[in-house]
């Protein structure tokens, strides 16, 4: 057994539209359901009350354009701070793991907020994950993305940073929304090989699943090694959820939470609200406790609706061995990049948020330092939906960055605050230091965040 703390956020005033599938009920029934159960009166289940997140705990993570307020409202402080509870009592020791089922959800969250994508305005597990980084230090972390959509917004956050590995199964994004999460999609040229996307074929069942996890999923966190290993689960791979079309059980879900055994869990998508998410909820808490949930089962399960289709087995073992191959070369990859690229990698991408019908234009540049991750330049601009057009410029320096690297972003950012005249707002987020600036050029004044 392990004592496993949990948090419930429902967020009651807060919901995209009255409607709209992530909405308040979505955890109502969760907790209703957690509740009857039982499951809250065992003496190793630790309920613990949410917090505010702090607005530099968001402003380590996001570009909010134009500024954190203006991307958020007190529910999202809520949400992330309700991560951030249960990462404090996981890494103090006061409970072994935990689960913070709250809402809204944020892994189609990137790094530049203008608006809101995939029901996400800012990430709940990079902004907890940087918050461990920064109050404990610790290094090598694994996020692990279990929900049905791909988990573009955490991909991208991490992107160029060789020590965190994200790891994704998701429904094939040919077939399903965001659209990305394929296999050569494998991080930036210093951070190669420690994104690791596995679409999967609509319709693939637990059988499946638990196979692309035994073979691929905890072979690759064995060798990684991470000090901590993060869920971001979704349960939407549910066979009733009404956003897409996998095959998973809550009983999968139970067994795939105690096998990669997650430090901590966070909740993301789900959207069977009345009758699945209640059951995989619990079915996660429930194994991360070390309840048996063997006799787990939706009221219509029939084993034989849930065969895995022979072809789906072919293309996830040959998926598997190609993964493998590309994680485990990642070294040589990385030094291959390092000769091809020289002190510069660029790229130029489109991003579009989907719930506000913002089109984001973005250029982004990898400063590629041979003793540490790089530093990373962002020039954005979009149109927002008060009609203002906001461009921006924003330098983020990691955690671990090399003195050298620092030196140089700080004085990227005071040339570019003193004498461009381009941009609306610039941006500095300087993790080495913990300290967030937000320079508004029309008004001259920084906000500061430290
Ligand atoms: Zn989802
Ligand atoms: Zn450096």
């Not at 909405?23 to 159960?37: A, G, K, M, P, S």
């Not at 809520?78 to 990462?87: P, R, T």
């Not at 689960?233 to 009404?242: E, F, K, L, V």
């Not at 990049?337 to 913002?358: A, F, L, M, P, V």
Request: proline share 6%; charged share 25%; net charge negative.
């Amino acid at each position: 057994m392990n004592n496993t703390g949990v948090i419930f956020f429902p967020a009651f005033d807060w919901a995209i539209s009255p409607t709209h599938p992530e909405r308040e009920e979505r955890l109502l029934y969760t907790r209703d359901q957690i509740f009857e159960e039982g499951i809250m009166d065992l003496p190793n289940i630790h309920e613990f009350k949410p917090r505010l997140a702090e607005k530099k705990d968001i402003a380590r993570v996001h570009f909010c354009v134009p500024n954190v307020d203006a991307q958020i409202t007190a529910a999202h402080l809520v949400s992330a701070g309700s991560a951030l509870v249960i990462a404090d009592a996981v890494i103090k020791g006061e409970v072994d793991n935990g689960f913070s089922i709250a809402r809204p959800p944020g892994h189609h969250a990137m790094t530049v907020a203008h608006g809101n994508r995939g029901f996400c305005n800012i990430n709940n597990e990079a902004i907890m994950i940087e918050y461990i980084r920064n109050k404990y230090g610790l290094r090598k972390i694994a996020v692990v993305d279990t929900d049905v959509h791909h988990g573009d917004g955490s991909q991208e956050i991490f992107y160029d940073d060789p020590d965190i590995l994200f790891i994704s199964f998701h429904q094939d994004g040919r077939t399903l929304y965001p659209g990305s999460g394929f296999v050569y999609e494998l991080g930036g040229p210093m951070a190669w090989g420690s994104t690791i996307n596995i679409p999967l074929p609509p319709n693939t069942t637990d059988a499946g699943i638990l196979r692309v996890l035994d073979n691929l999923v905890l072979p690759i966190l064995e060798e990684f090694e991470p000090e901590l290993i993060v869920n971001s689960a979704g349960q939407d791979n549910h066979y009733t959820d009404p956003l897409a079309n996998m095959r998973f059980t809550a009983h999968g879900y139970a067994e795939l939470n105690r096998r990669l055994a997650p430090d901590i869990a966070v909740l993301e998508g789900g959207y069977s609200v009345e009758t699945a998410l209640p059951y995989v909820n619990m079915a996660l808490l429930m194994a991360m406790a070390g309840i048996d949930y063997s006799n787990l089962r939706e009221p219509d399960y029939k084993s034989e609706l849930f065969k895995e289709d022979p072809r789906h087995i072919e293309y996830i073992d040959q998926l598997i061995s190609h993964q493998l191959i590309n994680f485990r070369s990642r070294q040589q990859h990385i030094e291959e990049n390092i000769k091809k690229y020289g002190r510069e990698y660029s790229e130029h991408q489109q991003i579009y948020y989907d719930t506000d019908g913002i089109s984001e234009d973005q250029s982004r540049r990898l400063r590629i330092c041979p003793a540490c991750p790089g530093w990373r330049i962002i020039d954005s601009s979009a149109r927002h939906r008060n009609g203002k057009k906001y461009h921006v410029f924003c330098i983020s320096v990691p955690a671990f960055a090399c003195p050298d690297c620092r030196r140089e972003a700080l004085n990227a950012y005071k040339d570019v605050a003193a004498y461009n005249n381009n941009f609306d707002f610039v941006y500095l987020q300087d993790r080495a230091n913990d300290r967030y600036i937000a320079l508004d050029k029309a008004k001259g004044r920084e906000e500061v965040y430290e």
